[in-house]
């Protein structure tokens, strides 16, 4: 229902009268577009081309940007091992979301069905991660992934079972798994809550006439709930990749991006470069280049599907 | 011979009921485990948590608990989370309301590329947007404009973002009125802003009831805004609050647990509340198509 595109509100208004006295009418109109247009161009659309013309120099924002260097930011982003590592980090969280993330959402789904006793009740449970603040959701988990078994209960489970404790978030091998491990947690039911709905929304009839052609539970998943759910899907695919570029709080608040950069995202580079550093003309540049990720593929996935089902980035 | 049949398959079918509860229900612990060693945490001595970190707090200590609900401090946090949660909720469902009306009822020039305008802001979502956004507001600031180290910044950039995604929903809702309701109300005279106010407003409540739902735990849980936005403590949100809190008694586990305890607190209190608007909200979009 999200998906509107403006020719279809068009339709809906041409049937409205318009006998209305015009003067009064534009007046109305522009009150009412007036202070959305001037928040939404001032901190959405205005900073977009402030930072295009700030990424082409050197500046750490004191005092007025001289020292035009062209697209030298971009080259030196492009060339720095720390941006090619978030960007392969970002990568790898994308992979990562779209083959174990969604998946595990999907196969929750279908155990829930649609008629389940207790069905709510495991929905509630499993979406409540979503809405405890990332912030709280990292300081939690950074208390169980604490290296030390006498502070950490996965180490001290670990201990328990005989094996070594792991460095969680120490090991530069690691970290980023166990990031990985929290961002599920937290964004499973999101998914879940999505293909939920999208399951109750296959006709009934469906799945009946095909088990009573015979089929069984795995052709039923693969040849009715799976085509119907390609909608949902395609939503939770373009919802997951989106989040993942943007991925910061979390793995800021967690790891800081560490060890040794091993858990950088982009969001956390043009923080730390950016922000942090005061380097604002580079930040600026790392900023378009992400927005450009996000162009580019918000665009490849309209290409590609027709339809966009879903375009906030929530 | 048919009774047979049907037994087993009625087994069958127990066992698949069974099967399905067993992951279901593991899959909950797997939820709960963290949830619950950090409240167990917060009842907890800090001798204790290292002592005994993961066992029942018994007796429960509610020192860490009453030491940081008798501070100032956690107080004026929540304060200003509220203040900012409260008025970003307001603004952005009212401004995008209005939006929504004018591109879903009203005919006017322009209106698709208004429209389109708006779809950007999907694409350029407030992490990655973040330091351009620092840029102009450093700038606005130097113009006079107090939006540096101010929780008006802190609100006007929330709503700023929050803007897109809202109208695409309210418009929605706004064209599925009944044209009908239009033609009649006007005919007696409704006036656009009467018509809005008196007659769409209600009509589209649920919707604007799942809209703000969704606002108030973005605004409510946001970090990165009042992170960039806000410099002295006495203006920090409940989030920025706490991951400073962390920073500061990295040491102190129980009391860490007692702190991101308390101020989970409201965000699950309000889940249990409007779950239904949430829920609804979420799914508005994405499923229906």
Redesign the interface.
């Known amino acids: 229902m999200r998906h509107l595109n403006a020719s279809k509100l068009n339709l809906q208004s041409d049937k409205s009268p318009t006998l209305r006295p015009r003067k009064k009418e534009t007046l109305f109109i522009i009150l009412f577009l007036l202070p959305a247009l001037v928040l939404f161009l001032l901190f959405v659309i205005y900073p977009i081309f402030r930072s295009i013309f700030f990424s082409t120099f050197d500046w750490n924002g004191l005092g007025p940007a001289t020292n035009n260097i062209g697209l030298g930011n971009y080259k030196k982003i492009f060339t720095d091992q720390v941006f090619l590592k978030s960007m392969l980090n970002v990568f790898i969280i994308i992979i990562l979301s779209l083959g174990l993330q969604l998946p595990l959402a999907l196969i929750l789904s279908v155990l829930v069905g649609r008629d389940l006793p207790g069905r709510n009740l495991f929905r509630t449970m499993f979406f409540l991660p979503y809405v405890i603040s990332e912030v709280n959701t990292a300081i939690m988990w950074t208390l169980l992934f604490n290296a030390n078994p006498d502070r950490g209960l996965l180490n001290a489970v670990i201990v328990l079972l005989g094996f070594n404790p792991i460095g969680w978030l120490a090991d530069s091998k690691i970290v980023l798994m166990s990031v990985f491990f929290v961002l599920t947690w937290k964004y499973f039911g999101f998914h879940m809550l999505l293909f939920l709905t999208g399951i109750q929304n296959i006709p009934l009839e469906l799945e009946e006439a095909a088990r009573i052609d015979g089929a069984n539970g795995f052709q039923n998943f693969f040849f009715i709930i799976l085509p119907l759910l390609s909608r949902t899907i395609r939503t939770s695919v373009y919802m997951s990749v989106l989040g993942s570029i943007q991925q910061f709080t979390i793995i800021w608040v967690m790891t800081g991006g560490g060890p040794v950069n091993a858990s950088e995202t982009m969001a956390t580079y043009m923080y730390r470069y950016g922000i942090v550093r005061h380097q604002l003309g580079y930040g600026s540049a790392v900023a378009i280049i992400m927005f450009l990720f996000c162009l580019i593929f918000s665009l490849l996935y309209q290409r590609l599907t027709r339809k966009p089902d879903y375009l906030t980035g929530l | 011979m048919k009774r047979t049949v049907i037994s087993s398959y009625s087994t069958r079918k127990a066992l ?2 069974f099967f ?1 509860y067993l ?2 229900i593991i ?2 612990i ?6 619950v ?2 409240l167990f ?1 917060s009842l907890k001595t800090t001798g204790q ?2 002592s005994e ?2 066992t029942i707090p018994n007796p429960p200590h509610w020192d860490n608990i009453i030491s940081i609900i008798t501070s100032p401090t956690f107080w004026n946090l929540m304060k200003n989370s509220i203040f900012v949660t409260i008025i970003t909720t307001t603004g952005a469902v009212m ?2 309301a ?2 929504s ?8 020039r322009g ?2 590329f ?12 407030i ?10 507001l ?3 600031d130097k113009l006079g404009f107090n939006l540096v180290d101010s929780l008006t910044g802190v609100i ?2 929330q ?3 929050q ?3 809202n ?3 309210l ?2 809702f706004f ?1 599925s009125v009944p ?1 009908e309701i ?2 009649s109300a ?2 007696d005279g409704c006036s ?2 009467d018509f ?1 106010w008196r007659i769409m407003l209600p009509l589209v409540k649920p919707a604007l009831a799942a809209v703000a739902s ?1 606002i108030i ?2 605004s ?2 946001d ?2 805004v009042p992170l ?1 936005v806000l410099n002295s403590n006495e203006l920090w949100t ?3 609050g ?2 400073q809190f ?1 920073g500061q008694w990295s040491q102190d ?1 129980a009391l ?2 007692a702190f ?1 305890t308390l ?2 607190i409201p ?2 209190i ?2 249990f509340f409007a ?1 239904k608007q ?2 609804s909200g ?8």
């Open positions: 698949i009921r399905q992951v279901l899959a909950t797997l939820i709960f485990v963290p949830i060693i950090l945490g948590m290292y970190p993961y401004i995008s209005m939006v009306f004018v591109l879903a009822r009203l005919r006017f209106k698709n208004v429209f389109n305008l708006f779809t950007i802001g999907m694409m350029f979502p992490n990655v947007a973040i330091l351009p956004v620092y840029l102009v450093i700038q606005l006007m950039v709503i700023a973002f803007l897109s995604g109208i695409m929903i418009s929605s064209t044209t239009q033609d006007y005919i656009n802003f809005f969704l735990i973005a409510w849980n970090l990165l960039i409940l989030p920025l706490t991951m962390q586990l860490i647990s991101v101020s989970a965000t699950v309000f889940y779950e949430i829920v979420i799914t508005a979009g994405s499923v229906k198509g």
